[in-house]
């Protein structure tokens, strides 16, 4: 049977007990919501965010591993801590 058509919405079976249950539903139609000329600006900061939360994550994770191994230990490493971090941002980036 093919319900991928207009004419089926939903087929209910009725029991001789007169119980009804649905047994297919058609799906309805997802409107996309936002002005049509914002969404390309919407997706491209999105895209932003997500890789500048990535590179801070990073950043997080390094300067709290140089914080335990050694007194003021994030501010030594700080450059080493930070520029593989952003270069994971830039990475996650550009691959989207």
Excluded: C
Aim: no cysteine.
């Amino acid at each position: 049977m093919d319900l991928d058509n207009d004419i089926v919405r939903q087929i209910v079976v009725v029991d001789a007990h007169g119980q009804s249950r649905v047994v297919y539903e058609r799906p309805g139609r997802k409107r996309k919501k936002g002005t049509p000329g914002l969404r390309d600006m919407e997706k491209a900061l999105r895209r932003r965010i997500e890789a500048s939360q990535a590179g801070v994550d990073s950043y997080l994770e390094r300067h709290e591993r140089s914080n335990e191994k050694r007194k003021d230990g994030w501010l030594r490493d700080l450059a080493v801590n930070f520029v593989p971090a952003h270069q994971k941002g830039a990475k996650v980036l550009s691959r989207s």
